[in-house]
């Protein structure tokens, strides 16, 4: 059960967003309490006590007789920075991270690491445990309801800097106060429909695990498989959609690639699938070759994200790469920039993506895997 968070809590933390923003300048006259109460509808005991928290946090003082002014800010940087992922662990999310700590490390930054599992709730614990103690955060957002958590407004509202890597929703109000790292999502689906089209597969399919269209970089790979297939004056149906199972998020959702050979009819004809990442493409090609598939000739497969598994012989699996160093760079850097105000423009950047083409395909099946 989630706490309630006091009302003035809530007044003060939006009060001192305003100032840690520079909405209220040090030196200026702040709204009045009955202002406040007017504007929060709220009872002026509660403004009191918000106004009263933020004096003890020497943001703002009160003159006798003039009104209540914003002090002068001397924030003492802590040196550190927090980094929150699904999971620190994987493949994708440890080769991000470690160039985000070297990085830090170079400018004499600490790097504190959680893992938030995918859940917006642990993601909020996190952040509401650190915020104390960081001068900015790095996170791979956790999405509930296409609504980023409780603990990422938080952050915007008390004006730390955020960086968001690998995952972005289509939501303004959230992304103007930003900076983010983001793979070219849709770039890469047009990448893997147009080698698949080029394989000379007969019919399509895109798999996912359940629910996955409610996050938008799945939603821009299967714009991007789209716009290929149709490029290529083949129609997209919702049947080439192959929704599986969705118990197995921790591993990347192999085993629910595994089950979903259960739910594949090729129908007489070669299959090019296109799966939203490479543990679920990887669980189900080896559920295809238990039932005596053969791949790439029968069925042919695509990855996204070339995690350290694909490269493995008996896998090579053909696959939209990812630049994840380089992503981890450049969020250090542009939290850098915004935790030693050399930088107030918020910026958005698409890394570019690749498709690495292994013996999954066949067009490849004389390649050598990278």
């Not at 059960?1 to 300048?25: F, H, S, T, W």
């Not at 440890?94 to 070297?102: A, G, M, P, Y």
């Not at 980023?148 to 800097?161: R, W």
Request: net charge positive; with cysteine; charged share 25%.
């Amino acid at each position: 059960m989630e706490r309630a968070i006091p009302q003035y809590q809530m007044v003060k933390n939006v009060i001192k967003g305003r100032i840690l923003r520079g909405d209220y300048k040090a030196g200026v006259k702040i709204p009045s309490e009955n202002d406040f109460v007017k504007e929060f509808k709220v009872s002026k005991h509660t403004i009191l006590n918000a106004l009263s928290e933020l004096i003890k946090e020497k943001l703002i003082y009160r003159q006798q007789g003039k009104g209540t002014f914003v002090a002068e800010l001397d924030r003492e940087l802590k040196k550190q920075v927090a980094v929150i992922v699904y999971r620190s662990d994987s493949s994708y999310y440890s080769k991000i991270v470690r160039s985000i700590e070297k990085e830090m490390t170079a400018n004499s930054f600490n790097t504190i690491l959680a893992n938030s599992d995918g859940d917006a709730r642990k993601e909020t614990g996190h952040i509401e445990r650190l915020i104390g103690s960081v001068d900015a955060f790095i996170i791979a957002p956790v999405t509930e309801g296409r609504k980023y958590s409780e603990g990422v407004k938080n952050i915007i509202n008390l004006g730390f800097p955020l960086t968001f890597i690998s995952n972005i929703l289509d939501e303004d109000a959230v992304n103007r106060c930003v900076n983010y790292v983001v793979p070219d999502n849709s770039i890469g689906g047009f990448l893997a429909g147009e080698h698949l089209v080029a394989c000379g597969y007969e019919s399509f399919r895109f798999l996912m695990h359940r629910n996955a269209l409610m996050f938008d970089p799945v939603r821009e790979r299967l714009k991007g498989f789209k716009f290929a297939l149709a490029h290529n004056e083949i129609a997209f149906t919702d049947n080439m959609i192959i929704e599986t199972s969705d118990y197995d998020a921790r591993n990347g959702y192999e085993k629910d690639g595994y089950m979903a050979a259960e739910k594949m009819r090729t129908n007489g004809k070669t299959v090019g699938i296109f799966a939203l990442g490479d543990s679920l493409a990887i669980g189900l090609m080896r559920a295809l070759k238990e039932k005596g598939v053969e791949i790439p000739e029968q069925v042919g497969i695509c990855g996204f994200d070339d995690i350290d598994l694909a490269r493995q012989w008996g896998v090579e699996l053909t696959t939209i790469a990812q630049r994840k160093k380089g992503t981890g760079i450049k969020a250090a850097q542009l939290t850098l920039n915004k935790i030693k105000n050399i930088s107030s423009n918020i910026e958005h950047i698409t890394e570019p993506v690749e498709i690495i083409k292994r013996n999954s395909t066949v067009a490849c099946r004389d390649a050598v895997a990278v």
